[in-house]
């Protein structure tokens, strides 16, 4: 019994002295390593190496090493060996504007010059495409796409176009108000900044929630939705009325120096809304 008792504590504490060590990740690979991938190195236990070989590998694309990968791990004591593989160096040759308009191009802040004798980078591209979306999805456009037409690498680097598609124009066609919310349609609609006939608007329909919830004599049931039909586009709110008007104040009670009649005084705060919905 007591030397079960004595095994046990032996291999508790070597597990906590284990723990308390620190790990190394150690990587190599056929030619020298980006300075950020091998910054990559001082882990807290061995359990941490697959997270800090992801970090490795996005650290390593990021600079323009689109193929990174690893292609094998060992382990010696408090050490982790990685081997990767770090492929070529893509650089942009060009990238042009392709079918985008010129107005849509310069609202997503694209400019040629920063796609010419740099790395490739995905976070870069994704930018760009976010930036190119969120402008047609907010000028009508909800469905649009882009992808990177004309691929094609030589000696000076990659090539492409931009391919937008922006599919079909969507205008609002109505605004549909769900609920027993007594509110005046015409300020409604200026309060939340859209109105049937307006093209369809992403940022505001996204940010309509939060407005709505700002409004003191209505509560939101629920967020609104777009139905999106083949001819027609509606846009519901579920709105109910809500009471908030509001009576606060002082009233005191002291007699009148000159007649000794008892005068009432105080402070009323009236907070009347939807008086005028």
Not at 59 to 76: K, M, N, P, Q, W
Not at 91 to 107: F, K, T, Y
Not at 161 to 187: H, Q
Not at 225 to 248: C, P
């Amino acid at each position: 019994m007591i030397r079960s008792a004595t095994t046990l504590l032996l291999i508790l504490l070597s597990v906590q002295w284990l723990a308390g060590q620190e790990h190394h990740l150690r990587l190599v690979a056929e030619g020298p390593l980006p300075r950020k991938v091998r910054e990559v190195s001082e882990l807290r236990n061995p359990e941490a190496v697959p997270a800090a070989l992801s970090e490795a590998l996005a650290r390593a694309i990021a600079e323009g090493r689109l193929e990174a990968s690893v292609d094998g791990c060992t382990v010696e004591r408090d050490t982790t060996t990685c081997r990767l593989h770090m492929g070529r160096l893509y650089q942009w040759a060009r990238l042009s504007r392709g079918n985008v308009d010129p107005e849509i191009a310069s609202q997503a802040h694209f400019r040629e010059k920063f796609y010419q004798d740099r790395p490739v980078t995905p976070a870069q591209v994704g930018r760009l495409v976010e930036d190119l979306l969120d402008h047609c999805e907010d000028s009508g456009f909800p469905f649009a796409s882009i992808r990177l037409d004309s691929l094609r690498h030589d000696s000076l680097g990659l090539h492409a176009s931009i391919r937008l598609e922006k599919g079909r124009f969507v205008k609002l066609d109505s605004v549909l108000v769900k609920g027993d919310a007594r509110t005046n349609l015409r300020y409604l609609y200026n309060y939340i900044g859209v109105r049937p006939g307006d093209p369809y608007d992403e940022s505001a329909i996204v940010g309509m929630g939060s407005r709505l919830r700002e409004l003191p004599f209505v509560q939101q049931r629920q967020q609104p939705y777009v139905l999106f039909g083949a001819e027609r586009t509606k846009l519901y709110l579920f709105l109910d009325h809500r009471r908030a008007s509001a009576v606060s104040g002082i009233l005191g009670v002291q007699p009148d120096a000159i007649t000794g009649d008892v005068v009432i005084t105080g402070d009323l705060d009236l907070k009347l809304r939807n008086a005028l919905r």
